[in-house]
Each structure stands twice: as C-alpha cells, then as structure tokens.
C-alpha cells in the first residue's frame, strides 16, 4: 500500500515538474520573439539550448534577462489593455450626457421639435 502512495507522491511530482518546465519555457520563447533588441542569432542560440539544456538554460534566462523580461511582459500587458479600452470605447458609444446634448443642439436648431427632444431625452435616460 505505502509503494503506491508514494508511486502515487512521485508521479505528482513529476507531473508538476514537467508542467512547470513547459510553462517557462513558452514564457522563454515568448519573450525571445518579443525582444526586438536580441538578434536573430542570439534568439536562435537560446532555442538551440532550450531543446538540449532545458533547465540549466531556463534557469540562466531568467536570471540573466528576467528584469528584461518582466518590462516587456508589462509593456504587453498594457498595450493589450490599451487596445480593448479602445475597442470598449468605440463600441460603447456615446454617454447618455452627450446624447441629451446632442438633441439638444438638434432642438435649438430647428431641427427636431420639443416632443421629439423629450422622446430622445428619455431614451438616452433609460
């Protein structure tokens, strides 16, 4: 019973270590592909030594560019922040504020009557 417990205990290792090295290294190649200031050669040399080195050559990545690499994961992160704040704001569309001010330009222009800015005041309230 205690061999399989701790077959068991082995195998979770393992399995954690093995998702944990998986995990790095595509945070390693994401950020080699990000870096613009790396050349191609170095980029390729990191790769080459992930495939035949992967845990020595993780670890001295993140201890060697790991500052590198948190600046450019949060450029990333607020650029894509910045994109779907964007995009959150040309769906949105206009305030209800700016409606009620638009009618209201419209009315004092002639161009709608007062029943219709109360119908479009009251739609943008709503």
């Known amino acids: 019973m ?3 417990f701790w077959d068991f205990i082995w195998y979770t290792v393992v399995i954690f270590a093995f998702v944990a090295y998986l995990m790095i290294l ?3 190649i994401t950020d080699l592909f990000r870096d613009r200031g790396l050349s191609g050669w170095w980029k390729a040399l990191w790769v080459l030594f992930l495939v035949f080195v992967p845990w020595l050559t993780a670890l001295v990545y993140l201890i060697a560019r790991g500052h590198g690499m948190s600046r450019r994961a949060a450029e990333a992160q607020a650029q894509m922040q910045q994109q ?3 995009y959150i ?3 949105a569309g206009k ?3 700016e409606q009620i001010a638009d009618a ?3 009315l004092d222009a002639g161009t709608i009557t007062q029943q219709e800015y109360e ?3 009251a739609k943008a309230l709503a």
């Open 2 to 4: 205690w061999d399989s």
């Open 104 to 106: 209201k330009a419209l």
């Open 84 to 86: 779907s704040d964007d």
């Open 26 to 28: 595509f945070w390693i």
């Open 95 to 97: 305030s209800s504020a």
């Open 89 to 91: 704001r040309s769906v």
């Open 119 to 121: 119908s479009l005041k």
